[in-house]
Every structure is written in C-alpha cells, then in structure tokens.
Nanobody, 124 residues
Framework: QVQLVESGGGLVQAGGSLRLSCAAS????????MAWFRQAPGKEREFVAV??????DYADSVKGRFTISRDNAKNTVYLQMNNLKPEDTATYYC???????????????????WGRGTQVTVSS
C-alpha cells in the first residue's frame, strides 16, 4: 500500500524559508514522478514543482525561489522554499505517478497517489 506523508510546514514571516519533506512508502519510487501541489482556501489545487528522473520543472510563480530535490534511497522528495510570500500560503500536497505517463506535469488528475498535506502559512 502506497503512503505519502508530508512534513515541514508551519508559520513563517514573509522572506523566510521552509523545507518540506514527503516520505513515500509501499514501493520503490525511483521510476516515479514526484511532485508538489498546493491549494489555498477557495482555490483549485495547483502544480508547484516536479522531479521526474533527471528533470525538474516549476510553476512560474515559484521559479527562482523553490527547489525540488529527491533522495531515491530514502524514497523522499523535498521542497526547499525560500523568499516566501503571503501568496504562498496554502496546504502543500505531495503526489506521485509513474514516469511513463506522458500527461503534462501540471495535470493533477494524472497523479495516482497523494499525501494528506502540510499547512504553510506566510505572514506579511
């Protein structure tokens, strides 16, 4: 059974940093795309970043501020978030899908497994 558990969220002032982690279990994820999405109150869940084999991709809104990385030995994906802004406030979700799926990275319906999320709140 696949499980994804996010951690690392919290309250931070604008300009600060947080590092999110997502620990995956249930199988080996080296051949899976591992991504982060986020959902703010009243808004749709949106793509943030993805790590797909040797490729990484980011939403325009976080490029240059967020960095995704993964440790395949630990089945863990990270999201380093720097220079946080109040508009980054959201619940952040980890998601995975097989790397053979050709749908765009930002297509949330293409991801098979999701974590329960971790809250990030950025105060101004």
């Amino acid at each position: 059974q696949v499980q994804l558990v996010e951690s690392g969220g919290g309250l931070v002032q604008a300009g600060g940093s947080l590092r999110l982690s997502c620990a995956a279990s249930g199988r080996t994820f080296s051949s899976y795309d591992m991504a982060w999405f986020r959902q703010a109150p009243g808004k749709e869940r949106e793509f943030v970043a993805v790590s797909s084999r040797s490729i990484t991709d980011y939403a325009d809104s976080v490029k240059g501020r967020f960095t995704i990385s993964r440790d395949n030995a630990k089945n863990t994906v990270y999201l380093q978030m720097n220079n946080l802004k109040p508009e980054d406030t959201a619940t952040y979700y980890c998601a995975v899908r097989s790397s053979v799926i050709s749908a765009p990275f930002y297509m949330r319906t293409s991801y098979n497994y999701w974590g329960r999320g971790t809250q990030v709140t950025v105060s101004s």
